[in-house]
């Protein structure tokens, strides 16, 4: 089997002043015209006074991929639907370049092709090749892994990767939001303001509802910025009175008693009765993922926690060749020094 060095990428971490591993990680290589070049993965910015990573490839703005830090930097690169979701969450101006997903860039002499995922809106799986003709895939978190391309190093996620966790096995219950929303004539759903809250607009408009929605501030920001076709959105209060509403989970008991309550989740711990819709592959979606795309070497680098090291453990059950985050260290190897 093929390691990273025949392949001719060096994955490692960096350490922030205080010592210790910045998050994720950062690849090295010589571009098809033999320039070394490194791309830093959804990790915080680098002090300006120490040296730069030619990009900062950011997959969407899920503050656990480190949007926030990174898109200060001239030398970011992300989506401009993932571009707007930072900058309204963060009120920041995100200092980078974008480009749409689907699009093929050029970023110091590597042209790196992007992929949809489905994880929220934006969100941006990035392949590139190297001199040597690998190519790498940079997948972030995955919803839908079919639009991905094959490649020969995947680094990829296991947000639900644990094998031998039952939490993370899991199908979406559409059919449980509908009839949340058929059986309920004034109903609130709890979801996340980014990714979820844009999710249950895009479910109910696709079940046929045309009828204002109203949203909790920033979910409101963010749908009417980033969801082409969101139909009629108000403020909290502001729509027609008894129509649908979409906050954050623990805004839900800020909402009139008279509404029924009901939250958009994987997890169980909620006041609320829960709809199971994730915006992520489970377990099998992963292996199968992983299968589809095919590849030489599988680097799983997020979540931080132990299922990336389960994950990458099942892939070597199943005869692939995986290497998870924390068994990465930063010691550059002399060929590329
Ligand atoms: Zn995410």
Redesign the pocket.
């Known amino acids: 089997m093929k390691e990273l060095v025949d392949l001719g990428v060096m994955v490692f971490r960096e350490k922030n002043s205080r010592g210790s591993f910045k998050p994720h990680l950062s690849v090295k290589f010589r571009s098809v015209e033999g320039k070394l070049v490194t791309f830093s993965i959804d990790t915080t910015r680098t002090p300006a006074k120490y040296q730069q990573p030619d990009a900062y490839l950011i997959t969407?703005a899920?503050s656990?991929?480190y949007g926030k830090s990174a898109m200060l930097s001239e030398r970011a690169v992300c989506s401009d639907k993932t571009a707007i979701a930072l900058e309204i969450r963060h009120e920041r101006k995100y200092a980078g370049r974008t480009f749409k997903v689907g699009d093929i860039i050029e970023t110091c002499g590597v042209k790196v092709q992007t992929f949809p995922n489905f994880?929220?809106v934006g969100?941006t799986s990035f392949m590139w090749e190297n001199e040597l003709g690998t190519r790498i895939l940079v997948t972030?978190?995955v919803k839908d892994a079919s639009m991905l391309p094959e490649c020969d190093l995947l680094i990829t996620e296991a947000n639900y990767g644990d094998p031998g966790d039952a939490t993370c096995y899991f199908d979406d219950d559409i059919s449980g939001f509908e009839n949340a929303f058929r059986d309920h004539p004034s109903i609130a759903f709890g979801a996340y303001a980014f990714?979820k809250a844009q999710r249950a607009v895009e479910l109910l408009r696709g079940l046929g509802y045309d009828g204002t929605i109203e949203m909790e501030d920033q979910s409101l920001s963010l749908t009417r910025g980033l969801l082409e076709g969101a139909g009629e959105l108000a403020c909290l209060g502001e729509g027609c009175g008894d129509c649908i509403s979409i906050v954050p989970p623990w805004d839900l008991e800020k909402l009139p008693s008279r509404m029924s309550k009901f939250v958009m989740t994987g997890r169980s711990d909620y006041r609320y009765p829960a709809i199971q819709i994730s915006?992520h592959l489970d377990a099998r979606g992963l292996v199968t993922m992983v299968k589809d795309i095919g590849p030489e070497f599988t680097v799983v680098y997020h979540p931080s926690g132990h299922r990336p090291g389960r994950f990458a453990k099942h892939l070597e059950c199943i005869g692939f060749n995986a290497l998870s985050i924390d068994r990465i260290n930063n010691v550059l190897s002399n060929e590329f020094v």
């Open positions: 969407h899920h656990d991929h994880h929220t969100s972030g978190d990714g915006d």
